[in-house]
């Protein structure tokens, strides 16, 4: 089984999203602004800590990779991680 490539993406684009509002947001002192940083930095961490897990043990939080032809070793199982 292999983790899907738009999960890992959609991890990508909202912590890069949310670091890009914050500093935004932060340089215009507008706690609008920051919430969103808040809300995406959050997006983020749900999805790649619930929907990005090992598939052979199901360890939570494979690091993301945009590419798909990366692999990536389990850290506890020890297994390698594909995606497709």
């Known amino acids: 089984m292999k983790l899907s490539k738009a999960t890992a993406r959609m991890t990508i684009i909202f912590f890069n999203l949310g ?3 914050l500093v935004m947001g932060v340089g215009m ?7 969103t940083a808040s809300v995406l930095f959050g997006a983020a961490f ?5 929907m990005l897990r090992c598939p052979h043990c199901g360890h939570p939080g494979p690091i993301p990779k945009w590419k798909g ?5 389990c850290r506890k199982c020890g297994e390698k991680i594909e995606y497709q």
């Open 19 to 21: 670091v890009i509002i």
């Open 29 to 35: 002192n507008n706690k609008l602004v920051v919430s």
């Open 46 to 50: 749900i999805v790649r800590f619930y």
């Open 69 to 73: 032809n990366d692999s990536v070793i």
